[in-house]
């Protein structure tokens, strides 16, 4: 959680993103570039001045960079001679770079590295506990010369990008939710990265119809055929109704994209259906909502 040591209120121009590796830097840069932020990762520090060149230029036709997120980090080799230095020079040509500081508990950290498999950069062959406890050392200075400290050992990515988006974004707001319903048929195994799964194998099944088996979800013979059974109205309008209801959550996590499963048997007649239904309604609500259909042609 931030720091209540110095925080700035609304956007700046230039920040500096560093702290401890793992500690969630990479999340803040995409955070940062959904808000419109030039974003440089690993930039060296001695091309801090000339970056900063390009957000104050010569001459009334050169364009400047609106507002930059750079990225420095300790696999820089001057990074700890230099940084401070150079940050005090870009406060006289009245940048005022606002310093970001991410650290994380050791406990995080360590269990972060373990599920990724990455070597930590201060790795010196004494094992990842020390290189943490190495890494924060050597950071303690620039720590304390940094404008706000978020330590996210209890954020989640997405926490994490809601809490950047609202204290940097110009307009309060993030960008907007998309979403996509996907049909699948569950024979064929579920599909991955699904926020949210519904299954629709109770409706009836225009399979067992010698006239429709060869049908899709998308004809019309099957859309009129399902539509003339209560049980279908039925479950679209409350999965609709649920949909409303939790869509607005997922958008004030900040979340950019959600996927909706929706499953039947083979995945060619009932989800194809629903799926499409289900888009159409929510599109009159003014969700940006698409569908798709995994399964529907096998």
Sequence with gaps: MPSKKKQPEGPARLVIITGLSGSGMSSATNAFEDLGYFCVDNLPVTMLPTFARLLQPDGESAKAIEKAALVINIRERHFLEDILKEIERLRKKSLNPLILFFEASDEVLQRRFSETRRPHPAD????????????RAALDHLRSKADLIIDTSDLTVHSLRRMLLERFSEKKASA???????????????????????????????????????????????????????DVAETVDRFHDLLRYLLPFYAREGKSYLTVGIGCTGGRHRSVMVANALRKLLKKDGFAVSAAHRDMQK
């Design 176 to 230: 907007p939710l998309k979403i996509q319903i996907l049909s699948f048929g569950h024979k064929y195994g579920s599909p991955r990265d699904v926020d949210l799964m519904f299954d629709v194998r109770h409706l009836p099944n225009p399979y067992f119809e010698p006239s429709l088996r060869e049908l899709t979800g998308e004809d019309r013979a099957i859309v009129k055929y399902l539509n003339h059974e209560k």
């Design 124 to 135: 010196t062959g004494k094992g990842l506990r020390a290189s943490i406890k190495a890494e």
